[in-house]
């Protein structure tokens, strides 16, 4: 009996310490992202840190062009137009373009478009999937 309760309370401490490692794990990618962002210029930096610079700061871009156009990635998720691998790989392509500042200025002057930019990676991928109130979801 008395070993049975020990083995649990071994398990449990490997799990705080996992937990108390993945949260510290956390805290130093959130540093580093934040150190990144606020004081290094991006054409300084070395090529992995101009990778994990890109991937945080235009995250959200190939979102906002989906909503610009008039997609809903969800709808076109459940319709099975497309799947999540598919939705991060995009997100990859758009986060490593050459122009993500082209995009985030064009997505503020026009937040609704009929069409991806030529410059575009995902164009193509785009107008592909169905958009909202074309009856074709």
């Given amino acids: 009996m008395a070993f049975a309760l020990h083995a649990q309370l ?3 401490g490997r799990l705080l ?3 108390r490692f993945i949260e510290s794990f956390t805290a130093w990618i959130l540093m580093f992202a934040r150190a990144v962002k606020s004081r290094v210029r991006r054409d300084s ?6 990778h994990m610079y890109r991937l945080l700061t235009y995250r959200g871009l190939m979102e906002r062009m989906a909503r610009a156009l008039g997609i809903d990635l969800e709808l076109a998720v ?3 137009h497309i799947d ?4 991060e790989r995009l997100k990859l ?3 490593l373009c050459d122009q993500p500042d082209a995009c985030s200025r064009l997505l503020l002057a ?3 478009m009929e069409a991806a930019p030529d410059f575009c990676v995902n164009s193509k991928s785009l107008a592909e999937l169905p958009r909202r109130g074309t009856g074709v979801c």
């Fill in 10 to 12: 071994r398990s449990v």
């Fill in 17 to 19: 310490v996992s937990a």
């Fill in 45 to 50: 930096m070395t090529p992995s840190a101009n």
């Fill in 78 to 80: 459940m319709d099975g």
């Fill in 84 to 87: 999540h691998e598919q939705i």
């Fill in 93 to 95: 392509r758009c986060a």
């Fill in 110 to 112: 026009r937040p609704n």
